[in-house]
């Protein structure tokens, strides 16, 4: 199985950590390394924008007045 055939089914600290990786081996990485973290960066990006975008809403605090 292809690592991009997991990246859906990462967790978001997975994720995290596998773009801090992918970023780090392309600029640094063997030209291997550096085309795969070139191929997968969009998608694991992709993953994590999708996540945000389907994420309910957090509500707005509401700040009550103190009595007193």
Do not use: F, H, N, W
């Given at each position: 199985m292809d690592?991009?055939?997991?990246?859906?089914?990462?967790?978001d600290q997975q994720l995290?950590?596998?773009r801090a990786n992918a970023?780090?081996?392309?600029?640094?990485?063997?030209?291997?390394?550096?085309?795969?973290?070139?191929?997968l960066l969009p998608l694991i990006q992709a993953?994590?924008?999708g996540?945000?975008?389907r994420a309910p809403a957090k509500p707005k605090a509401v700040r009550r007045p103190r009595k007193g």
């Open positions: 690592i991009a055939e997991k990246v859906p089914s990462l967790t995290a950590v596998m970023e780090r081996l392309g600029e640094v990485g063997t030209r291997k390394q550096q085309g795969e973290a070139a191929r993953e994590i924008d996540r945000k975008a």
